[in-house]
């Protein structure tokens, strides 16, 4: 397998190796979106007159072949290869031979990887928006089945006021139906065509239709001047990410209630035995660790959203290689708040608030401030007046 940029010189092994990561296998979710930007490249360069129309349809063909077969678990990108964009040129050419090599004109990995990138988070955006309401829907049916029952509500983890679990619920489910508007919102900056900007200062002496390429793959403008679009690499990432935090931090603190609300002391939930583990030594044990590790992923991802932040900062302008390690972070942080999201809906259905638990905490203390409100009203004093009257029954 060739590197794109062979010359006929030898590349130390060690050098690739170190280079290269794991960036081969990060790019595997790559390789469908890399596929449908070169089919909309090779239809322009042949519409603009560039290539051939009969070169740029078999190109196009082959393309989706490659595409179907990495799907079917064919074939993978290999280390030598680098990334996904020589993996598929290498096998379009092994399909096309030397007209393969048409389908690299007008453009670099540069703006490729850009390109396939916007194509991915926009999908990812969409499918863990998709999750989130999957969680949504979880609470609403506890809602549903038990919301009127009443839940003390706390302020510094102290009792504060009556609450009930419906508003527990529905406060949940509220944000993170919330966040899932806030992960639409977050392709904003995905929408615009970097395909065409090449390796960073577009194409001199060809002309391309870049609207015809930003049509075609759902952008709604085409990136320009040029140099905006390396700039630009990672703010769409880590807008993104900063969704993406939101709503697997809001997952991490439903997970922390439900971890507290499990133990012993508090006792309102009870969890079928089958979403608990053991212990190795305690054989009374039945833990919520699933909650708990919710809650861990959720504590990482701010250092995931920091790394793709960090990586850009005071970077010179144009291509650099460091851009590559956007990928770890953010694609561990996307599928990081997949699972989270996905086990809590699939949790969720099998939590059982206990009502003799809930309606054993729900003391006196609780009613203090509508005592307050009802003896302000009744006997017309101030607010602060009747703050103090009823607060002297609870001091000491
Ligand atoms: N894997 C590379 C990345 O993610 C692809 C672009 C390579 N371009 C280059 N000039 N080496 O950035």
């Known amino acids: 397998m060739k590197r794109l940029w062979d010359k006929g010189g030898d590349a130390d092994a060690m050098v690739m190796a170190f280079t290269v990561g794991d960036d081969f296998r990060w790019d595997a979710r790559l390789v469908a979106h890399d596929i449908r930007a070169s089919q909309a490249h090779a239809r322009m360069l042949a519409s603009c007159g560039h290539v051939e129309s009969g070169i740029a349809e078999r190109i196009i063909v082959a393309l989706a072949e490659i595409g179907e077969a990495h799907a079917r678990g064919e074939w993978e990108i290999s280390p030598e290869e680098e990334d996904c964009h020589t993996a598929i040129e290498n096998r379009l050419a092994a399909k096309l031979g030397d007209e393969a090599g048409w389908v690299h004109l007008g453009r670099s990995r540069n703006d490729q990887v850009l390109t396939a990138m916007r194509l991915y988070v926009r999908e990812a955006c969409e499918s863990l928006a998709q999750s989130a309401e999957s969680v949504v829907e979880s609470l609403f049916a506890i809602a549903d089945a038990q919301g009127d029952l009443a839940l003390p509500g706390y302020t510094h983890l102290q ?3 009556p609450s009930t679990v419906g508003l527990w619920a529905e406060g949940f489910a509220t944000e993170l139906r919330d966040d899932a508007v806030g992960l639409r919102g977050a392709t904003r900056r995905a929408l615009t065509n970097p395909l065409g900007s090449a390796a960073g200062y577009g194409t001199p002496g060809l002309s391309l239709d870049r609207s015809q390429t930003a049509s075609e793959l759902g952008f709604s403008s085409v990136q320009e001047p040029v140099t905006a679009a390396q700039l630009s690499r990672g703010k769409a990432e880590a807008e993104v990410a900063f969704q993406t935090t939101l709503l697997i931090q809001d997952l991490g603190r439903l997970a922390s209630d439900l971890v507290l609300y499990a133990t012993a002391e508090f006792g309102f939930v009870a969890l079928p035995e089958r979403f608990t583990t ?8 039945r833990n919520p660790d699933v909650f708990e590790l919710v809650r861990a992923h959720s504590a990482q991802a701010s250092s995931d959203l920091l790394a793709i932040l960090n990586l850009t900062a005071k970077m010179t302008s144009g291509y650099h290689r460091d851009l590559q390690q956007i990928k770890p972070p953010l694609f561990g942080l996307l599928d990081r708040a997949a699972a989270c999201a996905e086990v809590m809906a699939h949790v969720l259905p099998g939590v059982r608030f206990r009502a003799d638990r809930t309606e054993a905490a729900m ?11 009802r003896l302000c009203q009744a006997e017309g004093i101030p607010f602060r007046e009747a703050y103090r009257r009823v607060g002297a029954k609870y001091r000491g």
């Not at 053991?278 to 044990?285: A, L, N, R, T, V």
């Not at 003391?363 to 409100?373: C, G, I, K, R, V």
Request: hydrophobic letters at 35%; proline letters at 9%.
């Open 159 to 161: 009792r504060a006021m």
């Open 278 to 285: 053991g212990s190795s030594i305690m054989p009374q044990k």
């Open 363 to 373: 003391d006196p203390s609780l009613f203090a401030t509508e005592e307050a409100y």
